[in-house]
């Protein structure tokens, strides 16, 4: 009995170190790691790159984006955050109800896509303000990402 229970504690705690583990973020020099969805620090990041060259009417069409898309983004990114919580509080349990991991892991795939969804139309939506030398720039540099 006593093995079980620190195989167990073993297993949860390897589970624990992998859904936290920065293992499964996204690498730009390391183009065949893991699948990795864009998220807020990283279209951050761009939208903070095409601003360094951006001119007044395109730093005005961005501004007016990050005004109108930012609030939604945070409320989204929110839910996206509660609901995989949700689902590592219901996996760690002593005993796992398997109805329950169901609802919270639909519950965060829902939560993840509409985030997903509302990161991409930022993303499309900035796409459209850049210059040819911004896209020419953005082309190279996710040259590597390419098949």
Known sequence: MKTRSSVGSMLTGVFFALVSSS???HDATKPDGPYHQTDLPELHAIVET??????PEQLAKID????????????LSQLAII?????????????????????????????????????DDALASLAKTLTPEQR????????????
Not at 50 to 55: F, K
Not at 98 to 110: G, M, S, T, V, Y
């Open 23 to 25: 293992a499964f973020s």
């Open 50 to 55: 095409v601003r360094q060259s951006a001119g």
């Open 64 to 75: 007016q984006l990050v005004k109108t898309a930012g609030p939604e983004l945070q409320r």
């Open 83 to 119: 609901a995989h919580r949700r689902k590592v509080e219901v996996m760690l349990q002593d005993v796992v109800d398997r109805h329950a991991f169901e609802e919270a892991q639909a519950n965060e795939l829902k939560a993840a896509g509409a985030l997903s969804k509302r990161i």
């Open 136 to 147: 020419l720039q953005f082309r190279q540099h996710n040259k590597p990402h390419e098949d």
